[in-house]
């Protein structure tokens, strides 16, 4: 069961009945153990696909964003590795809402414009690229 908290005065507090319930049954000084994941914020998450479809859209060659996020996973390091006998085999890995929480995905998002700028579309700068996306999606 997932329970989610928030923390308030130095302490966690239980966010919805489920979670109430859950902390209820818990007696003072009893510990125990909890997986911390900030749950993904899906405003984020859009951010990130209209920066990919910006980006195909200002290339010089036809493309998607699909074809721009693999490229950015790639030259992130956001890969996964296969090994065979003869060769090692490097994928882009997944950035899901299962495979990273929102701390996870706010790095890799950073890793992800600093590509962009430096890599792909260079000549512009993190910040305004960041901006022009903002403007995009209505943030």
Known sequence: MKLFFCK???ALRSTDSDSERALQKLTNGEIIELEFRKPRNIRFHRLYWKLCQTV???MPVTCDAETISDII?????????YKTKKQLYEVPASISFAAMDDTAFADFFERATKVVCEEILPGIESEELRNEVFQLIGT
């Open 8 to 10: 308030h005065l130095g």
């Open 56 to 58: 195909a859209e200002n």
């Open 73 to 81: 996973k790639l030259r992130t390091g956001h890969t996964r590795r």
